[in-house]
């Protein structure tokens, strides 16, 4: 039997106009659509081929406002079991190590774990560190960038792909892996998914309930700041060039001035 948590997070819609807050230039989040980020839904995908391989339970976690609520949902409609939703107005503006040490109370939550699978990156801040912070905090092995997976017994192998090439990679339950794009092709949920899932238990905690304390996380305790944010200038109309015999001459005088060639 194996338990799973999958670490989910809701992000603006990529086709949605994203931009900054005026006043503290953080992500307005009201201001796009939001959905259960893509590569979340890869590894809520691993998660339920694992379980359906043999026995066990996935339980999804998300930090994030209320809102969050639907992202889960739609986790909880492909298949997994259960959700914990840390939702606090005290997490608002935590950078990467906040969330991680978050997480890390989270996870603890849940009793007899053996693998926690993330993706690799959010599309929103793509800081690509928090799982491997994650593992740090709860002293797990990390197979990070896996593009395949499978748990045999009490251990876990992966292949992992970078730049660098292909890494085969093994380690012992309890581990954390954090999943690429390559891994799998998620599932849509069904109609009885979606209606199962209005019934499944969600547990909503604050920063309290996890026994953090409100200075360690937040815009305040940001180990970065965003002094200044402007909009990307608008596009410009690109230079025409009329062939009349020296085209060719043209366009090559038009790189040169632009230093391409």
């Known amino acids: 039997m194996t338990n799973i948590v999958v670490l989910v997070k809701q992000v603006p819609d990529t086709y949605s106009e994203r931009k900054l807050s005026d006043g503290d230039h953080t992500l307005d989040r009201e201001s796009a659509d939001a959905v259960l980020d893509e590569i979340n839904e890869k590894a809520v995908e691993e998660a339920l081929k694992i379980k359906e391989a043999g026995e066990g339970e996935v339980t999804v976690i998300s930090v ?7 992202a889960i949902r739609k986790a909880l409609s492909m298949g997994a079991d259960k959700a914990i939703h840390v939702s606090d107005e005290a997490l608002h503006g935590s950078d990467a190590v906040a969330t991680a040490k978050v997480l ?10 053996d693998l926690v699978i993330a993706g690799n990156e959010a599309s929103d801040g793509r800081a690509g560190a928090v799982p491997a912070m994650l ?12 593009r395949s997976l499978t748990v045999e017994g009490s251990t876990v192998k992966a292949d992992r ?12 339950l ?11 092709e998620p ?3 069904s109609f009885k998914g979606i ?5 499944k238990p969600v547990e909503t905690l604050t920063i309290a309930d996890l026994g953090v304390d409100a200075g360690a996380v937040g ?3 940001a180990l970065s700041t965003v002094v200044e944010a402007a909009p990307k200038p608008p596009r410009t109309a690109g230079e025409r060039v009329e062939d009349e015999g020296d085209g060719g001459s043209k366009i090559a005088e038009y790189l040169v001035g632009q230093k391409i060639i």
Do not use: C, W
């Open 64 to 70: 994030g406002p209320d809102r969050a609520t639907d």
């Open 104 to 113: 890390a109370a989270a996870v603890g939550k849940v009793e007899g774990f």
């Open 135 to 146: 593992a740090e905090l709860l002293g797990l092995p990390q197979l990070t960038q896996v």
């Open 161 to 172: 792909e970078t730049d660098d090439g292909l890494t085969h990679l093994e380690a012992n």
């Open 174 to 184: 309890p581990a954390l892996v954090s999943v690429t794009e390559k891994i799998n």
């Open 187 to 189: 599932r849509y949920p």
């Open 195 to 199: 209606m199962a899932a209005k019934k």
């Open 219 to 221: 815009l305040g305790s």
